[in-house]
């Protein structure tokens, strides 16, 4: 019997390199799932939720929100097929007692993968995701001839995670993450968008909602981010916080942001569907041992070329030597050690004014304790 196109997508993605996938027609026009697309994207930006995140609110030439339709942004897209590739590692959990002044980068920013000289080369998932779904898209159209298609991690025009959704991958947890029965939350998502039909008899099965009455993610967040379930305040969010924000961090979330110095957690460690994810054992996301509870002197001490060798090709470039700095130095006050003091008084008499601020209040924190 020939596969069905979704399990053809599933077979190849696996031998592609991903954990599961699957395919999401684009919700018809006037459809309830295409005005929920619409509309709930929409007010979360015009309700101030995306911070500073300019590139969610990109307009199109009618005024729309780009990432809030994709029938608008790419109207030749009649399907999405939506991969995932876990990155679980068999690592401490930012929950679990760490060493005295360590901080914490999220699991997802340690990975790497060893070069053929034996190397440890840091790696990003945009990459390693793009890679692996261009190849699916060459083997796809081997077998089915030709249809447009476009791959993106992070980048397109939508919103992975209800995509995600469609594709049966899992259900919406109330942390907002994408959940899966067997993987839990710790996967990325990467999606093709594709000119192929799917047919009625083909719909994937939308993954049934097992959080039931369990609020430990919404109870667990430090700043009150999750403003109940499947909202977030991503202006809150810690990941936000010490990753997109630039400038100071606001005065009432410091304290709460705690020793997360890149991303956060939290919300992922305290959810019992983490418990029994598998190891993902990826030989191109292998877990980085040194940025795994990173002790905040040793980080504190890089210089700015030092930063530039340990994360060139990582996500936590993205923070920049200035924000990772500034969060180190947020870090540092939070962990209330006194040995910290001679280097936060170095660091308030720098020229970055953001890092002398922070340094100070930082300074101010230790010393009250
Ligand atoms: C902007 C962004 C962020 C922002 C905002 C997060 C957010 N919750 O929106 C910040 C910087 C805070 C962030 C943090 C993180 N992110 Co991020 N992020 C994105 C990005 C680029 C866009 C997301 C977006 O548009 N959000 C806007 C809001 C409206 O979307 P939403 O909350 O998902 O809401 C939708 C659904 O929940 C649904 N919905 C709303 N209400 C309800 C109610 C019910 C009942 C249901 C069923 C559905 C539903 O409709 C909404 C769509 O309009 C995506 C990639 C992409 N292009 O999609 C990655 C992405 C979501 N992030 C990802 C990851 C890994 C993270 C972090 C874990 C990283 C870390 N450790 O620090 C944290 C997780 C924090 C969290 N609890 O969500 C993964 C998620 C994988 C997964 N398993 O879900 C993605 C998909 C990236 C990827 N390619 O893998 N992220
Ligand atoms: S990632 Fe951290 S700050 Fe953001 S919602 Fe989850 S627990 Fe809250
Ligand atoms: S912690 Fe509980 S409520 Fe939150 S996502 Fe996990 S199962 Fe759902």
Known sequence: MPLSLHELIAQKAVAAGFSTAGIARVPDPGSPEDIRERESFTSWVEQGNAGEMEYLKRRNDAGDLVRSSLRAAAPWAKSVI?????????QPLSIHT??????????????????????T?????HNVLLKRLQKLDASLHEHLGPFESKCYVDTGPLVERVYARYAGIGWTGKNT???????GSWFFLGVILTSLEVPDHERASLAADRCGSCTRCIDACPTGALTGPHQMDASRCISYLTIEKRGPLPM????????????????????????KAPIAADPEMIPRPELVNPALGWLAELSQEDFGRLFFGSPVKRAKFEGLRRNIAIAMGNSGRKEFLPKLREWA?????????????????????
């Open 252 to 275: 009432d979330l410091r304290e709460a942001i705690g020793r997360q110095i890149f991303g956060c957690d939290i919300c992922q460690d305290v959810c019992p569907w983490n418990r």
């Open 177 to 183: 993450c994408i959940l899966n029965q067997k993987l």
């Open 121 to 125: 080369i840091p790696s990003d998932y």
């Open 82 to 90: 939506v991969c995932a590739a876990s990155y679980h590692s068999d």
């Open 349 to 369: 008499s720098e020229s970055d004014a953001v890092l002398a601020e922070s340094a100070e209040w930082a300074i101010r924190q230790i010393e009250r304790s």
């Open 98 to 119: 760490a060493p005295e002044g360590a901080g914490w980068i999220a699991r997802y920013a340690w990975t790497a993968r060893q070069s053929g000289e034996g190397q």
